[in-house]
């Protein structure tokens, strides 16, 4: 009896001692998950710029550019319901195109035009070559029909005095309240560089 007493007790034992060390195995694994694991803020690692506009520079070709300012007069003149139809576009220079009335006859007229980039971001279009059909008209004469006649945004300004084109790239509005810097103008070379800023607020 007695040895079978023993024998009992030992196994009595050995279940508690496995019991109680499954328990310690638990409560460990509970406690390392929920109690002993550091504690990490959802925005750990996170970094938010405080400007207020945040910058995206890129680069493009005056063929992709072209497609860009199409698209944008088109819509710009359909708004407006534009008497008068003109077309933009880039090559060595940027070219302006329309057909004009002069003396109740349609002619076609053409300026081209040198651009350079001010240190403020505007885009200064120096008139170099002039077309309207046979006509010999003074240039002044030509741009102020383009003044007068034409319907053109409001970050355009034409200086016919100068022979001149100003075009404000900080008073462009693009969707979302966007805006554009022009970082580099070299239409021969076609280096065409900007930043859009898009806000944060």
């Not at 046979?134 to 355009?156: C, F, G, I, N, T």
């Not at 008073?171 to 065409?192: H, S, T, W, Y």
Request: glycine share 4%; hydrophobic share 45%.
């Amino acid at each position: 009896m007695g040895s079978k007493d023993k024998q009992t007790n030992y196994w009595k034992w050995v279940f508690l001692a496995f019991v109680g060390i499954l328990v310690l195995s638990v409560a460990w694994l509970y406690m390392s998950i929920f109690w002993f694991s550091p504690h990490v803020p959802e925005d750990a690692g996170r970094k938010v710029s405080t400007k207020d506009m945040v910058e995206f520079p890129t680069s493009t070709n005056k063929a992709d550019l072209n497609a860009l300012i199409a698209h944008y007069l088109q819509d710009f003149q359909k708004d407006n319901d534009a008497d008068i139809k003109y077309d933009v576009y880039l090559a060595d220079d940027v070219v302006f195109t329309a057909e004009a009335h002069f003396l109740g006859q349609p002619v076609d007229l053409g300026l081209n035009f040198t651009p350079t980039l001010r240190k403020d971001g505007v885009i200064v279009l120096q008139q170099v070559d002039l077309r309207i059909g046979a006509l010999p008209l003074p240039v002044s004469v030509a741009m102020k029909y383009v003044q007068s006649q034409v319907e053109l945004p409001d970050w355009v300004t034409v200086s016919p005095k100068r022979k001149k084109i100003y075009l404000d790239m900080n008073k462009l509005k693009l969707k979302g309240d966007m805006k554009v810097r022009v970082d580099a103008l070299d239409l021969k070379k076609d280096d065409i560089s900007f930043t859009l800023l898009v806000p944060t607020s």
